[in-house]
């Protein structure tokens, strides 16, 4: 979340000009928003790679000569 406060805050100094100004304003809701997809995408990914490394016969994998 720090890293991306800080791309933001980059970003919008790379925005202003002397005719405007864009102010940088995040509420908490949106970092609870981000922490909640994060989360979410994790665990569906380790479910995946789980459902796929119990389909695997380790038996067979380590007996495949390379």
Not at 13 to 35: C, E, M, S, W
Not at 38 to 56: C, D, E, P, Y
Request: charged share 15%; net charge positive.
């Amino acid at each position: 979340m720090i890293i991306g406060y800080g791309m933001s805050y980059g970003f919008i100094l790379g925005l202003q000009q002397d005719l405007f100004r864009i102010p940088l304003i995040i509420n908490p809701p949106t970092y609870a928003l981000a922490v909640i997809v994060v989360i979410f995408s994790a665990v569906i990914s380790g479910l995946i790679v789980r459902r796929k490394l119990n389909q695997i016969d380790l038996v067979s994998v380590l007996k495949i000569k390379e």
